[in-house]
């Protein structure tokens, strides 16, 4: 009897070790941020370096290291070129550039600063993030959108890469 249960043991323990391997989680966050007094909107998007450094080596054939502080202004002008591509908004139905502020390393995040400037009023606003999607099949770009005491928020993918929010007031 004990023979027979060994094998069978086995094979269980080599099953169960396959489903305890990590799986690595596509997404980044976005936290968009109505300004009534400055009329602006502050944007803050945390990506993992590792995953935009792939993207950013990959689509632009570039040799770099995030690690570099000599390179910032390298790695800027591709990132903003990039977030200028994948990532649009559509203030009260009117395209809204933004401006890149700069960026930050914190952990495994790279934190980005952008701000869009002249928001007289936050009345809607349509957001398309392909951020990463282009090299995730499974990326997902969660967006949070405050104005003053409320408080929305999107999951975008793939197949489903641009949402509109609605505000009162």
């Keep these: 009897m004990r023979k027979n249960i060994m ?7 080599i099953t169960l070790s396959s489903f305890t391997t990590l799986h690595k989680f596509y997404v980044s966050v976005t936290q ?24 950013l080596k990959e689509r632009y054939s570039l040799s770099i ?10 790695i800027d002008k591709y990132l903003t070129t ?3 591509q994948k990532l649009v908004f559509m203030v009260n139905g009117k395209k809204a550039n933004f401006v890149f502020i700069g960026k930050e390393y914190e952990e495994d995040l790279m934190i980005c600063y952008l701000e869009i400037e002249n928001v007289s ?7 398309t993030n392909e951020v990463l999607m282009d090299l995730f099949e499974e990326q997902q770009n969660i967006i949070h959108v405050k104005k003053e005491n409320q408080r929305k928020s999107l ?8 949402g509109l929010l609605k505000f009162s007031k």
């Design 32 to 55: 968009v941020e109505y300004n009534k007094e400055q009329q602006t909107l502050q944007i803050i998007s945390r990506i993992f370096i590792d995953d935009i450094e792939d993207l």
């Design 7 to 13: 094998p069978f043991i086995f094979v269980m323990l």
């Design 155 to 162: 999951i975008l993918e793939k197949e489903n890469n641009i």
């Design 121 to 127: 009023s936050l009345k809607t606003i349509e957001i």
């Design 65 to 74: 290291d995030f690690d570099e502080k000599e390179k910032n202004s390298v």
């Design 82 to 84: 990039y977030l200028n």
